[in-house]
Each structure stands twice: as structure tokens, then as C-alpha cells.
């Protein structure tokens, strides 16, 4: 069965104390108003990612770092080892986020050594994908998102793959406010769909979680949600305040 999951980004937000107390109020919130089926996840930085943990009751809420290094270990100051992410206990890492494209210059041979060490140290990766406004307004926004999956998680085992979460963000949505209309939701993740199942198979294309991110919230997951093909978000601002993060766990 496919899973349905909703996961926050904090990105470069919360001290370490704000970020503990977000994370127990989502984990208070959830014990009281329930998660129905929906695995969740926290994104938080590195350095909330043991006290996050602490924190938490993990079987009901996963954690996630949101980047890893694209070396094992080694003379490579400031980096944060898929390793040193899994020894905090946590068991999920976001990559490919496009800010770590844009800012960062993460290419997708980067992304492709990050994904093996994640994979390598058990960790799932929530694989982001998306195009930018201009790709969008040419019309070329499927060729553009599938192109980004050949080159990187498409190159993965069969076994390797289907350990992925798929994350499809358009940039022109991202803290915008502008969200992508169902319709283009739905467009995009069917059409991610089907070239997993011409690569993988109809079966393994069918058990993928597909999750959209940009602009989702508590007023619009409901919708978003609703498609077949959207099997929950990535949640970036909405993520920082419990309240609406719990609206969103509970769109479904
Ligand atoms: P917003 O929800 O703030 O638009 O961010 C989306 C995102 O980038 C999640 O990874």
C-alpha cells in the first residue's frame, strides 16, 4: 500500500530550544488528535536532530535532516555525514532540495554520491524535484522534472529505489504563496508516475509516495491532497507552526 506522507521543512529556521518545543507540540498534537494513516516527518537542522529525537515518540514521528555530506567522512570542514545523521537517530535526509540547487550548486552528480551514502547508512531520502518559472511559463516543465529523475534516482537499483520519497516542488511556488493549481499537481505527478513505472515497472510506480511542496497549508492541502497522485507534502513555512502543521497531517 502506498503511503501517505507529510513532512516539514524548517529550512534555516528555529533556535534549538523553539525547534524542541515545535517538535513537541506537533508529537502533543498528533497524540491527541491522531495521524490517521499519514507517516510524518520533521526536517529539522542538523543541530536540533538528537534533541529532536529525545523528544519525540519516533514510532509515531520521523525525523529528517535536510541536506548530507556527498563524502563519507574526512578533512571536509562543516559537513555533516549521512552517517552522523543516522547515528542521531534519526532515518530520514531531504536532498535535492532546490535552494541546495540554487544556492548551494548541487548538481546532480553531487546528488548522486549523497543519495548513495544515505542509502548506504539506511536513511530515506526525500528526493525533491521541480522546475523554475521560466521552464513553466516555455511548457516544458514535465521534460524538464523526468530529466532530473534520469540523472539521478532513476540511475538507482530497482532495491535502492523504492526505498525513495518523492518530493515534486515547483520554484515558482516555493514561499510564494502561489501554489500550484490541482490540476498541475496532479499533471506533474502523474506524469513523474508514469516514467517510474516505464523504468521500474507499474508496481513499483504505484507503492511510490509522491508528495508536493510549495505553498501548501492548512487552507489548501485539503485539495492538493485529494488528487490521485499526491500522496501528501513537503511543507515548508506551514511546518513552523504546530497548529497548521497538524490541519495539514489531518487534510487527508
Ligand atoms: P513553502 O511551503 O514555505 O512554500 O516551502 C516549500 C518547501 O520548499 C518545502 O521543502
Redesign the pocket.
Known amino acids: 500500500m502506498r503511503k501517505k506522507v507529510v513532512a516539514g521543512?524548517w529550512k534555516c529556521n528555529t533556535t534549538l530550544h523553539e525547534g524542541v518545543e515545535l517538535a513537541k507540540a506537533v508529537d502533543k498534537l498528533i497524540s491527541e488528535k491522531g495521524a490517521a494513516d499519514v507517516v510524518v516527518v520533521l526536517g529539522t537542522p542538523f543541530t536540533h536532530l538528537t534533541s529532536v529525537v529525545g523528544a519525540i515518540d519516533t514510532k509515531r514521528i520521523g525525523v529528517a535532516s535536510q541536506n548530507c555530506a556527498a563524502e563519507a567522512k574526512g578533512a571536509f570542514t562543516g559537513e555533516v555525514s549521512a552517517a552522523m545523521v543516522k547515528s542521531t537517530g534519526s532515518q530520514y535526509v531531504i536532498l535535492g532540495?532546490s535552494e541546495r540547487r540554487e544556492y548551494y550548486g548541487e548538481t546532480s552528480e553531487i546528488l548522486n554520491k549523497k543519495l548513495a551514502l544515505a542509502l548506504e547508512n539506511g536513511l530515506t531520502p526525500i528526493y525533491?524535484c521541480g522546475e523554475p518559472l521560466n521552464i513553466r511559463n516555455a511548457g516544458t516543465q514535465v521534460e524538464y522534472v523526468i530529466n532530473q529523475l534520469e540523472e539521478t534516482i532513476f540511475q538507482l537499483s530497482e532495491e535502492d529505489f523504492k526505498k525513495l520519497v518523492i518530493a515534486y516542488?515547483p520554484i515558482w511556488?516555493?514561499?510564494t504563496g502561489v501554489t500550484a493549481t490541482t490540476e498541475q499537481a496532479q499533471e506533474m505527478h502523474k506524469s513523474i508516475r508514469d516514467a517510474i513505472a516505464d523504468k521500474f515497472g507499474a508496481e513499483v510506480a504505484d507503492e511510490m509516495s509522491l508528495l508536493y511542496?510549495?505553498?501548501?497549508n492548512a487552507k489548501n492541502a485539503n485539495e492538493l491532497f485529494a488528487n490521485p497522485d499526491v500522496d501528501g507534502g513537503?511543507?515548508?513555512?506551514?511546518s513552523l507552526k504546530a497548529d497548521d502543521f497538524i490541519q495539514i497531517i489531518n487534510a487527508y
Open positions: 521543512n532540495h525533491c516542488e511556488a516555493i514561499g511542496g510549495g505553498s501548501c513537503l511543507i515548508g513555512g506551514a
